[in-house]
């Protein structure tokens, strides 16, 4: 299987893990911890070791540690998206 059989695969799975989650999640995809995990998984495809230390560096741990459940999972996503230097989109305060 190639990667990107291997991706597809994985994204097919957080689909199917949203459409659980969905009906709980008050129909949002939003409040969906797979949603997130799945954005997460996605936007970090291309990321080393040495990327994941700079991401998590600073106070990253300290508000990390503060946060629950969908928060973390936002406030690493929008940690990863600033690293790309794409624009945060979360709020996980």
């Known amino acids: 299987m190639n990667i990107n ?12 893990q949203i ?7 008050n129909g949002k995809k939003e409040n969906c911890p797979s949603y997130w995990h799945k ?9 080393n070791t040495n990327d994941w230390k700079i991401i998590r560096s600073g106070d990253y741990w300290d ?10 999972i936002k406030f690493t996503y929008d ?5 790309l230097g794409e624009s945060n989109t979360t709020d996980h305060q």
């Open 79 to 83: 940690r990863v998206l600033s690293y």
């Open 39 to 47: 954005n997460l998984f996605l936007k970090s495809l291309n990321l």
């Open 5 to 16: 059989k291997k991706i597809q695969f994985l994204v097919n799975q957080f689909d199917l």
């Open 63 to 72: 508000i990390r540690d503060l946060l629950r459940d969908i928060d973390q």
């Open 19 to 25: 459409k659980m989650e969905y009906k709980s999640a």
